[in-house]
């Protein structure tokens, strides 16, 4: 039929007659395309996953810390911090907890060795902690009033402890602190705006007085603002919990560190990128290697192909359409292995995932783009060729 | 068949007038020396030599498959010095049909697709490629040899596949380069025959060789030596015909 028909035929029987040939000059598109599609679509997802975790978790917590002031091993904080900030406008809400020192929690009696080694981090804490942080429990219940009232014996564990203790849901079991026993009521869901939480055991403000013998004065508090204050709001912390006493407060809000891993997986996106760049143009020089070798092997096939009338433009498009098919092939593969790499993790890791289905035609454009710029040299050679010269042997 | 002498009268297919052919540039070389030849419609030809003698740059310029230094090469009374090269290539493609020592199948395609590769780019709807491709072949005794590839075939059967090529594009001229040179003598018999059977009122055919027995076998034929034509005999017909 039409000539560009005759040419897409022959083009394809001569990718398809060197099939490994073929296949590993569409290795360089198809890793370049593959690199910047995952590179991208992973940075995405996972910067995905940390905008929904900061989402749900808000961008309003403020974490105020005790500083350590001279001659104090354990800064407090005075024991009516909370009621303090919440005396600044903006302020919504805020619970604080204290670190119990000294306390040793083991899980089981015996092991005392290792959880000497190793203290676990006990805290004091108030009623509204979890309400606060915006986070719920696994299993169980916090603690509330009636185990203040009760003087009841309770204990709520860190996700991580929990694992660690392996405490199952629903278990009743009993763990020591200080030699007292306590009864986990339950287990506190990971906290990502601050995982110390994780890994420490808490009770109440009475048991901590009452049973563990500590002064239970807090050393953080956990501060909500409205929503868009919370830089002016944890300035006015510092001063509103020293209230011109010798306290040093320091403040920090910890979804600015999320927010600081996006913009480092922003430096490794680009890094990928350049990768895949790199890839694609170590891959089109692999091309254009292979391709006039090609031509140097299929000279006789040039030679025929120009005996039986073939003009020396169809004989170089002929191969610089072979470029173009390698690099749209690759290109697509690429670009398949890509999505599928990026879906792959996405599931692993429990991120959405995101692709930027705009940005992947582009690559698959650069990777043509690139094959064809290979291709050109090894086909100006092919349609330079002297038949006769290919043809004649003596 | 007709006698050569009813087409004395008939238009040449191809003519060489005073071709010269130098090569190198500060040292020249004559591979043809003001070599003048008038192929004829219906002719069965040899040009014959020794190895230097010119045959292959005879066999460039009669394949318009390169440029006289000086002199003109006429296709069917068109001078095809002055054309660009998709017209000389679609000019070669209509007029001449070659024949190689070494065959020169692409070895990834069947027999059938060989011969196709000269009808490509003509316009030609696929089916009706493949049928008259399927055709020449077939008309060589090949058909059902079709589908296979070049290795699958003997030397005889590659070089039919050859001239179902070069004849599959009803060519006024088939031009073959040592056509028997890589052939048993059986296989260079039955070969010779089909050349002379491929010969027609309209068709010329021209046989470059240096084997003289080979050259013997055409009614024409032309001898060169240093870059000149030193004899043109005709069998049965004494004295030069196109030549000098």
Do not use: C
Request: glycine share 10%; proline share 5%.
């Amino acid at each position: 039929m039409s000539r560009s028909q005759d040419l897409v035929g022959v083009a394809w029987a001569g990718l398809r007659a060197r099939k490994v040939r073929t296949m590993m000059i569409m290795l360089g598109p198809v890793i370049g395309v593959a690199a910047m599609v995952s590179a991208v679509g992973l940075t995405e997802s996972a910067k995905g996953a940390l905008q929904a975790q900061l989402a749900q978790l808000g961008t309003n917590l403020i974490v105020a810390q005790a500083g350590s002031s001279f001659g104090s091993q354990n800064p407090t904080l005075p024991a009516n911090a909370v009621e303090r900030v919440e005396n600044i406008s903006t302020v919504t809400s805020a619970a604080a907890t204290a670190n119990l020192s000294g306390v040793i929690a083991l899980p089981i009696q015996g092991a005392s060795t290792y959880y000497q080694a190793f203290p676990v981090p006990v805290r004091a804490a108030g009623d509204d902690l979890p309400s606060v942080l915006g986070v719920s429990l696994t299993n169980g219940r916090w603690l509330n009033a009636s185990d203040t009232s009760l003087h009841l014996h309770s204990v709520v564990l860190g996700e991580g402890i929990a694992k660690q203790y392996g405490y199952l849901p629903g278990e009743t079991r009993t763990i020591q602190l200080n030699g007292k026993n306590f009864g986990v009521v339950g287990v506190l869901d990971s906290v990502p705006l601050d995982p110390t939480l994780d890994n420490a055991a808490f009770v109440t403000e009475w048991a901590a007085k009452h049973l563990l013998g500590t002064n239970g004065r807090p050393n953080q508090l956990y501060i909500r603002a409205l929503t868009g204050t919370t830089t002016a709001t944890a300035k006015a912390v510092p001063t509103a919990v020293n209230l011109g006493g010798t306290v040093q407060v320091s403040t920090q809000v910890p979804s600015d560190a999320l927010k600081a891993q996006s913009q480092a997986n922003k430096t490794l996106q680009e890094v990928a990128l350049l990768a895949g760049l790199l890839a694609l143009t170590v891959g089109g020089i692999g091309i254009a290697n292979v391709m006039s070798i090609s031509v140097i092997q299929r000279s006789a096939e040039i030679g025929i192909r120009r005996a039986v009338g073939h003009s020396r433009s169809t004989v170089g498009a002929q191969f610089l359409l072979e470029s173009l098919f390698v690099g749209i092939l690759g290109g697509l593969v690429g670009a398949v292995l890509g999505i599928l790499v990026v879906y792959g993790v996405s599931a692993l890791a429990g991120w959405v995932t995101v692709i930027a289905y705009a940005e992947v035609p582009v690559w698959m454009g650069l990777a043509l783009l690139v094959s064809v710029v290979a291709g050109l040299y090894p086909s100006i050679k092919a349609a330079r060729l002297e038949p006769l010269e290919t043809l004649r042997l003596g | 068949m007709t006698a050569p002498l009813l087409e004395v009268t008939a238009p040449p297919l191809l003519e060489l007038e005073t071709v010269s052919r130098v090569y190198g540039e500060e040292v020249e070389v004559y591979a043809l020396r003001e070599v003048s030849l008038q192929i004829l419609p219906g002719e069965l030809m040899s040009i014959v030599g020794p190895s230097g003698s010119g045959k292959s740059t005879m066999l460039g310029l009669l394949g318009i498959l390169d440029h006289p230094t000086s002199g003109t090469v006429r296709v069917a009374g068109q001078d095809v010095s002055g054309l660009d090269d998709a017209t000389r290539s679609r000019v070669r493609g209509d007029a001449i049909g070659f024949v190689f020592q070494q065959f020169h199948l692409i070895p990834h395609l069947t027999a059938l697709g060989n011969v196709e590769t000269a009808l490509l780019y003509r316009d030609i709807r696929p089916k009706d490629r493949r049928e008259r491709a399927y055709a020449a072949l077939d008309r060589l005794g090949l058909g059902q040899r079709a589908g296979h590839r070049p290795v699958q075939m003997s030397g005889g059967e590659q070089q039919r596949v050859a001239l179902a090529r070069a004849i599959v594009t009803e060519p006024l001229m088939v031009l073959a380069d040592e056509p028997t040179g890589a052939l048993d003598s059986a296989n260079a018999a039955h070969v010779l025959e089909i050349f002379e059977g491929l010969q027609s009122p309209e068709r010329a055919v021209v046989m470059v060789t240096h084997d003289l027995t080979v050259a013997d076998t055409a009614r024409r034929k032309v001898s060169m030596r240093d870059g000149r034509i030193v004899a043109d005999e005709r069998r049965g017909l004494p004295g030069p015909g196109g030549g000098r």
